[in-house]
């Protein structure tokens, strides 16, 4: 994720990323066109629910009351 981040915001080319990262141009492009697995999709939607709830109490709200409620 991190290396289509920094392609689309800070301009950096694909390859001079890749070959930083040390990862094979066609892994990249295997990563980057595969489907999520159902893990993946449910972590997502974890990660969106703290971060609502993070805003929501301006970054108060405890990591037991978080927990609770992500569960």
């Known amino acids: 994720m991190a290396i289509k981040e ?11 990323l890749n070959k930083i990262a040390g ?3 066609s892994s990249y492009y295997k990563w980057l066109n595969r ?11 974890i990660i969106e629910e703290i971060i609502h709830l993070h805003e929501k109490y301006d970054g108060i709200y405890s990591y ?3 927990t609770m409620n992500v569960n």
């Open 6 to 16: 920094l392609n689309k915001e800070d301009k950096f080319s694909i390859f001079m």
């Open 23 to 25: 990862i094979a141009l």
């Open 35 to 45: 489907r999520p697995a159902e893990q993946e999709k449910l972590n997502e939607d």
């Open 64 to 66: 037991q009351l978080m």
